[in-house]
């Protein structure tokens, strides 16, 4: 049963940082695609980052390119979000999201293509 947590929301000033983590259970490391997403309230979900299964691909919403970093570390079956110089528009619940894929460079900014999703965790900015 695959199921992802995400944790590491909170409360930022405009200009601060947060690292967002997604733990993982019954995925096999290099076999799925990783996805971050957002929903700000009164606004549809949209695509964040998101990393291929064998994580050389990478692809990043242009309102956070340079900013947020998506990553893997399979020895703790995490994914993660580092967030930097964060802006009070950032604020949304974040999701992450999975999709036991191949070919190991798929890359998915749709969030239909997913298939796992986690509960979300909230990320409020203050400016």
């Known amino acids: 049963q695959v199921q992802l947590v995400e944790s590491g929301g909170g409360l930022v000033q405009a200009g601060g940082s947060l690292r967002l983590s997604c733990a993982t259970s019954?995925?096999?490391?290099?076999?799925?695609?990783l996805g971050w997403f957002r929903q700000a309230p009164g606004k549809e979900r949209e695509f964040v980052a998101a990393l291929s299964p064998s994580r050389s691909r990478t692809s990043y919403a242009d309102s956070v390119k340079g900013r947020f970093t998506i990553s893997r570390d399979d020895a703790k079956n995490t994914g993660y979000l580092q967030m930097n110089s964060l802006k009070p528009e950032d604020t949304a619940v974040y999701y992450c999201?999975?999709?036991?894929?191949?070919?190991?460079?798929?890359?998915?900014?749709?969030?239909?293509?997913?298939?796992?999703w986690g509960q979300g965790t909230q990320v409020t900015v203050s400016s």
């Open positions: 999201a999975a999709r036991i894929t191949f070919p190991s460079t798929w890359i998915g900014r749709d969030q239909s293509s997913y298939d796992y």
């Open positions: 019954g995925l096999t490391f290099n076999r799925y695609g």
